[in-house]
Nanobody, 117 residues
Framework: QVQLVESGGGLVQPGGSLKLSCTAS????????MAWYRQAPGKQRELVAS???????RYSDSVRDRFTISSDNNKDLWFLQMNSLKPEDTAVYYC???????????WGQGTQVTVSS
């Protein structure tokens, strides 16, 4: 089992920055992908960014060049640096992990990010 806990959400003005953290604990050896998703009111949950243990990153078109996913290289802590935030980035952000031999991904409980003046 893997437990994920997000932190770092909050209220920020348009154009501002926030850095989210995801702390992982439990059986981390088989994790091969760490990611961030978000869900805005009335919308489906969507992938924001992902990072493989091999260092490959992927971003949604809406956040590319503004957000950066990174990790501490030990699979127990990863981040989402969010710059130039826009009101449309307002959502609950979830960290996610996928592991070899495990069918279902792991999810955190989510952290609210609100971009508003």
């Amino acid at each position: 089992q893997v437990q994920l806990v997000e932190s770092g959400g909050g209220l920020v003005q348009p154009g501002g920055s926030l850095k989210l953290s995801c702390t992982a604990s439990g059986s981390l050896d088989n994790i091969y992908l760490m990611a961030w998703y978000r869900q805005a009111p009335g919308k489906q949950r969507e992938l924001v960014a992902s990072l493989t243990t091999g260092g490959r990153t992927r971003y949604s078109d809406s956040v590319r060049d503004r957000f950066t996913i990174s990790s501490d290289n030990n699979k127990d802590l990863w981040f989402l640096q969010m710059n130039s935030l826009k009101p449309e980035d307002t959502a609950v952000y979830y960290c996610n992990a996928e592991a070899w031999y495990i069918n279902d991904p792991y999810w955190g409980q989510g952290t609210q990010v609100t971009v508003s003046s």
